[in-house]
């Protein structure tokens, strides 16, 4: 081969760049755009309910909230005086709400504790399986067991109540009939949030720094004053987070709630009487005969029903992410 | 010399005489309950159980205080009481599924299954009319959901995931805050949006769609959770091969985690085959075969039973009963593809 044949061009040396390449500009920017669809989507809810019950909200104004009445007549002139106020519904909503919460965390802690540090590895998966399937149970279902098997037993614990503890004002009735009443919707409520707060609960729990356990073992301690000395103070915030969780779902259950609560339009704080309310319930009650000013306010109780969930929700979100990253 | 035969022991076994004194806690434990519930006014099965319960955790502490002190007294309380909350808690459970089989068997045949109500009424004798339009409303409903929001959902989750942008930590906040809108919320909107805006009525669509807002968070937040356990490796070979982004997910991350991804989807399908609330604003009511989903009102298992509740007669009350036993089997299914399925995964790991 002779020297001095003709030499090779020298290649470009490949230009490197981080842009990224066509393909990938446009990948990213479906999966951007659909990525907001959660941002969208509840934008959309807010939007559209402000404005179906946007005539409802200016005309009752603040009285939404805090009157308790709720009722469309037409005068003699045939104008329609409608009279719309949440306040005995969200007060009632509360009342069942917190009622669930306070059956329903002790049990769903018990069960949390139980399941992270005493049931053996087979009663540990059956029972895990069991409150999951609890989680995915129909909420009609839920409304069904309450009305026919929950009920008739829920009565009888209310007379007892009402029998022994008759004196604090809370237990006291103004007649002698319990069913359908807050405390049953109650019980239901905590039956259906026991599985969030359950899990949530156990996740926290078992994310306990292993060494501190193990330092309390060392020290002597039993297993109920490791439980008490280290996981309970590690895992507080986490069962407040999932208690609210539980709240937030309380709070916008409808079907199951719809068969175990008498809706009266009276703010009612006897739990065991026969009288009580919900707003989520409320909005399927009235929804079948609304009238054009009605569905108006129902749009508008819907979006208090909406924004109250929501705001629960951040706050138990807040709570859950913050105690779940510092575990890690 | 001989070899001693070492025989390997139990020390914390429990010795004859510990099972004696726990049969013995527990008997005497079931006598004091008798003797409790007999003598006042508490009545039924409940009760005994209950009263035992805590007349055990009583009478156990006793014997344990002779052994251990009160340090372990304390320990072997908070043990009985963790048990005790499981079982109260897993009473619910089978109190729940004991009533569903129980109450719905009975109006279970093959009419129930094969026929619609178009020729029968809730009023009519068990036998007559069955809730087969109902189940493929369901059916028709989940199809619908699952079109709208598994891809909705699972691209959320590539984006939290893959692309990890900017907007990654609100995208994430705003999906857990969705999972937490009431159902009735999402109906209300279907109806405040679409029925009283457009010329569209309610139909199987739009309870897809009220439905697809209340699965797309599961799918989401399964799915992020299932491409997460993808390993890092897989995506940096794919990389260094000179796939360019989207052929890394394409082709290699979505394989990988396809099982998963599946759960994602069943786990969806089961969170909202039952819900009843935005049903009621948005699929209208029809008791034949509607297999139009833009037009006309649908049959669904949730809407049936509703109407079957109110409706309030025995043999109403009964096919209710029914169709929800059917709506449970439907979601027990769900249920137990998902597990396996998703065991699958992880156990390839």
Redesign the interface.
Known sequence: MSLDAPAKPIPQAREITTKPRVSDQIFRSIVTAFSFSALIILALIALFLFIQGFSTLKEQGLGFITNFEWSVTTDEAGKEIADFGLQAMLIGTMVTSFIALFIAVPLAVLTALFLTFYAPERVKKVLVTVVDLMAAFPSILYGLWGLFILMPMAVYWAELLHKWLGWIPLFDVPQPIFTRSPFIAGLVLAVMIIPIITSVSREVFAQTPLDRVQAAYALGATKWGVIKAVVLPFGANGVVGGSMLGLGRAFGETVAVYFVLNIVFRTNFEILFTQGGNVASMIVLKFGEAGETEIGALMASGLVLFLLTLIVNFIANAVVNRTVKSGR | MSTTQVTPTRPWAASPKDRALTASSVLLSAAITVGIVLGTP?K?K?AYFFVFLITWLIVDSLYVVRKFGA??V??A???K??????V???M??F??LW??VS?GVAGLNLAFVTENMRNASFFDPIGKGGVLHAIIGTLELILIAIIIAV??GI??A???T??K?K?AG??Q??????????????G??IY??II?NTPLRASAFLGGLALS?LM??TV?RTSQEVLNLVPRDLREAGLAMGA????T?ALVVIPAARSGLITATILGV??I?????PL??TVGVFDGYNFNPFVGGTGTL?TV??AG?GAGTPEA?QR??SA?LI??II??I??VLA?TVGSRQFKKK
């Open positions: 508490m039924g409940l340090k372990g304390r320990d309380l908070a043990a009481i963790t048990l005790y909350g499981a109260v808690v897993s619910a459970v109190s729940i009533a569903t109450e891809p909705m691209l959320t590539l984006y939290l893959e692309i942008g907007a609100l995208i906040f705003l999906v857990q805050a969705m999972s937490g809108v009431p159902s009735v919320v999402a209300l909107f405040a949006a009283l807002i797309i968070p989401t360019t982004q989207w052929k997910v089961a969170r085959a039952g819900e009843t609330a009621l604003f949730p039973i509703w509740l009350a209710a009963w929800i709506l449970l979601v027990l769900m249920f597990r």
